[in-house]
C-alpha cells in the first residue's frame, strides 16, 4: 500500500522557518521523482520543488528561489523541503508527490500539510 505522509507544517510568523518532511512507503523511493506542491486559499495546485531520485537534480518555483531547498534521503525514504524567510503569501496547503514516467506511470499524492504565515 503507497503512503505518502507529511508532517511539519504549522504557524510560523513571516520571516521564520519550517521544515516539511514526506515519509514514503510501499514503493522503490529512489526510482521516483519527488516534488512539493502547494495550494493556496481559493487557488490551484502549483509546483514549488521538484528533486530527482538520486538528487543530483532539483528545480524551484521562481516564487522560493533562494529561500526554499528541497532535499532527499533515499537510505529512509524521505523528501523535505527546508522553508525559511516564509512569507505570507507562502500560506497554502502543502503537498508531496512522487512520480515515475516510463512506459507505465505512477503519480502518487499525499494528504497535504497546512503551512500558515503570519504574525
Known amino acids: 500500500q503507497v503512503q505518502l505522509v507529511e508532517s511539519g507544517g504549522g504557524l510560523v510568523q513571516p520571516g521564520g522557518s519550517l521544515r516539511l518532511s514526506c515519509a514514503a512507503s510501499g514503493f522503490t523511493f529512489s526510482m521516483y521523482t519527488m516534488s512539493w506542491y502547494r495550494r493556496a486559499p481559493g487557488k490551484g495546485r502549483d509546483m514549488v520543488a521538484i528533486i530527482s531520485g538520486d538528487s543530483g537534480r532539483t528545480n524551484y518555483a521562481d516564487s522560493v528561489k533562494g529561500r526554499f531547498t528541497i532535499s532527499r534521503d533515499n537510505t529512509k525514504n524521505t523528501v523535505y523541503l527546508q522553508m525559511n524567510s516564509l512569507k505570507p503569501e507562502d500560506t497554502a496547503v502543502y503537498y508531496c508527490?512522487?512520480?515515475?514516467?516510463?512506459?507505465?506511470?505512477?503519480?502518487?499524492w499525499g494528504q497535504g500539510t497546512q503551512v500558515t504565515v503570519s504574525s
Open positions: 508527490n512522487a512520480h515515475r514516467w516510463g512506459i507505465n506511470e505512477y503519480d502518487y
